[in-house]
């Protein structure tokens, strides 16, 4: 399982993650901060679990392209 998390509140709106992974990631037409498509929101942490490792790759792209470091990949 892969989990990805995405601290949404935080967000500076650089658009980084889009870039590296638009599979899984867009910018919000509203408040112009990253949205983890598909991902379900707990206290302001939107986490997507996948059984899908394929998506590790670019995830941690993203990750690591973010300058206020919000996004998490984890593998169980």
């Not at 500076?12 to 990631?25: A, K, L, R, S, W």
């Not at 942490?45 to 941690?60: D, G, M, R, Y």
């Amino acid at each position: 399982m892969v989990i990805i998390t995405l601290q949404r509140d935080k967000c500076i709106g650089c658009n980084y993650c889009v870039e590296m992974d638009p599979t899984h990631f867009q910018m919000s037409k509203k408040d112009g901060k990253s949205v983890l498509i598909h991902s379900v929101n707990a206290k302001g942490f939107f986490t997507l679990k996948s059984p899908n490792h394929a998506i590790v790759e670019s995830c941690e792209l993203a990750a690591k392209a973010c300058p206020v470091k919000i996004i998490t990949v984890k593998q169980t």
